[in-house]
């Protein structure tokens, strides 16, 4: 089973960026498409974007299109990323790297994850 590890999560002043990483034990995409999902205190888990195997393809949830990019290392068929601009106190939370059925992609919300990793903490300061 591929295993996901996120990475580069960390405290940052409201109004910087960040960008956090998800490797893959395997190569994902011929199987997957790969999301990004966060969960703040006391809140359920929520989509954040998605990306599938074809190139520039990526979207993200409404509340951070404008703010949020998901990319992946096309040299690498392991590696996604988030890039996080303008970050704000309310992006708090773990952020989880999921991959999923590709048929689902481009749905709101993504209706079942087959595999997570265990998540980064990202911790925005007012």
């Known amino acids: 089973q591929v295993q996901l590890v996120e990475s580069g999560g960390r405290l940052v002043q409201a109004g910087g960026s960040l960008k956090i990483s998800c490797v893959a034990s395997?190569?994902?995409?011929?199987?997957?498409?790969m999301g990004w999902f966060r969960q703040a205190p006391g809140k359920e888990r929520a989509f954040v974007a998605a990306?599938?195997?074809?190139?520039?393809?990526?979207?993200s949830a409404d509340s951070v299109k404008d703010r949020f990019t998901m990319s992946r290392d096309n040299a690498n068929d392991t590696v996604v990323f988030l890039q996080m601009n303008n970050l704000k106190p309310e992006d708090t939370a773990v952020y989880y790297c999921?991959?999923?059925?590709?048929?689902?992609?481009?749905?709101?919300?993504?209706?079942?994850?087959?595999?997570w990793g265990k998540g980064t903490l990202v911790i925005v300061s007012a």
């Open positions: 999921a991959a999923f059925d590709p048929r689902f992609y481009g749905l709101r919300p993504i209706p079942f994850v087959e595999r």
């Open positions: 395997e190569p994902t995409f011929e199987n997957f498409a």
């Open positions: 990306i599938n195997r074809h190139p520039g393809s990526a979207y």
